[in-house]
């Protein structure tokens, strides 16, 4: 099963601890480096597996889980992350309130759970003898409790961490409790995998103050630099005159943050905003109104960073901050020009002394063991190989364009001498793209070469909104030695239903070309 990197919030200041829930129980810890764990009675392990032959099941999952779970020969959970199983098992009632008011729980889950020996396993994926991958030699040592034979209505509390740490509280103890009671039938049954279900407040919604185009609200950071949500609607943007195309800012006084954020309908609309003119953008970036799911698909604004400079410390994560929102008055930064200007692209200083040797070895198979390769170097290669195919270098342009609150500058230089192709080394900050292009009579294009980076640009919005391939590039992003794109290039230009115009000789008509191509392309 595959793994989560995420981590759970921080827990800070009181703290309550197992002892007040339920004296008693026994507790168990199981390594783990997978998402699930596996609860059943030893005697049945037999059972469980199956005979040879029938459905492998995969991971730690036994053949046939579904019916078996019903069954009551085995109950398995899915987990948040993959920590070390921390367990408590009690055999009695179910939690009371009294008692389950020590600590702040997830919602309780329930199944059925047959233990004729009262032998409880309890085994992570690692651990895991009822699945297919089980190899005794290698498996990690599950855990196994002693509780009276018989059925048992099994219920699961999982310790919730936002609650905790909304409220100041630390926990100590297991990460999940199993209360087996006796008398549990077929009803009680789970019907799957237990899923973990976060629990989440949604007493924010609504709790806004609004006065003329400034709000007192709530924000949200899942992590330290990425996104953020602010806990307003499309009512509230309303009341502030938030329109798509506007800017606002956000004060969030406990975290030391200020962010500036361009709003649209959607994170692609307002990425493609210009910044607002005037204003420090050391945080920047753009936002849209979002259903958000985790909360019941509750409306919110839904910010990304962009443009980061302070972190947000693990102990502002997963509770709601007030914050204070101002709709700003701004007009957006003038767009750059798009001319290409004169440049000399091996003077450029876009890359540290391996990147180019990384990115350009299956290309240039010869340059994959040099540790270090400079653009001019490069270049050089380049045009020696593209020479040798009757590609000659034409000259060098530079443009700039902005990509959220940056300005991006990139740098082309044009290979020339076929009658249906040109070619284009494309460099910049981060990228190096080598593409052969060719135009159709039907104002197409092919685009053929390493340019994976690329791809996410040269899209058209579709009539629902969404972002579809651009019918106007076909292209095929190949990582191969330069000969194999060339020929994958002539095979794309055989295929198309429109024969090539002829190709751009001069620098000049490179130019002009690279423009009508960068218009199909990208607007």
Known sequence: MAKSGKKKPAVRKKSASLGGVRKGGTT???????????????????????AKGSDKGFGGMPPGFEAKTQQGLIVGY?????????????????????????????????????????????????????????????????????????????????????????????WEGPQEVIVLTPGGSPKDAAAELLPFQHRRDTSWVGRYKIDGRRAEALAWFDDYWDTYILNLDAPALEKLGL???????????????????????????????????????????????TNMSEWDGAEAFFGRRDATKTRVEDKHHHIWLPAVV??????????????????????????DAGFLGMVLSEVLPEVADLEELPLPAALKRLDKKLDKMGLQAQGDR???????????????????????????????????HLIFLSELEDRTWILTGLADDLERFIKKRGPNGLYLPNPLVQFEAIDEPLA????????????????????PVKVEECVAAFERFRKAAFE
Not at 142 to 158: A, I
Not at 329 to 351: F, H, M, N, S
């Open 28 to 50: 168990v810890q199981v390594t783990n480096s997978g998402l699930e764990v596996w609860l059943y009675d030893d005697a049945n392990l037999a059972s469980i597996r199956g």
């Open 78 to 170: 899915s987990l948040y992350q993959d920590d070390e199983v921390h367990l408590a098992v009690f055999v009695g009632k179910p939690f009371s309130e009294k008692e389950s008011s020590a600590a702040r729980w997830l919602e309780p889950q329930t199944a059925f759970l047959r233990l004729p020996s009262g032998t409880l396993c309890i085994e992570s994926n690692d651990a895991s003898r009822v699945g297919p991958e089980y190899l005794k030699e290698h498996a990690a040592e599950g855990g196994r409790v002693q509780v009276p034979p018989g059925d048992y209505r099994l219920t699961l509390y999982r310790i919730d961490h936002e609650a905790l740490d909304r409220e100041g509280l630390a």
């Open 243 to 289: 329109k798509p195309g506007g800017y606002v800012r956000t004060h969030v006084p406990a975290a030391g943050l200020t962010l500036v954020s361009s709003f649209a309908a959607s994170w692609d609309d307002a990425r493609r905003l210009p910044p607002p003119a005037g204003m420090e953008l050391d945080e920047y970036g753009y936002a849209a109104l």
């Open 326 to 351: 101002e709709v700003l008055d701004v007009r957006p930064q003038e767009r750059l020009g798009p001319e290409l200007a004169p440049a000399q692209l091996e003077k450029k200083t876009y890359y």
């Open 398 to 432: 530079c443009w700039e364009e902005r990509r959220g609150a940056l300005t991006v500058e990139s740098c082309v230089r044009f290979y020339t001498g076929l009658s249906n192709a040109f070619a284009v080394a494309w460099a910049g900050e981060g990228i190096f």
């Open 484 to 503: 194999k794109i060339f020929s994958a290039h002539k095979a794309a230009l055989k295929k198309a239903a429109s024969k090539a115009v002829t190709a």
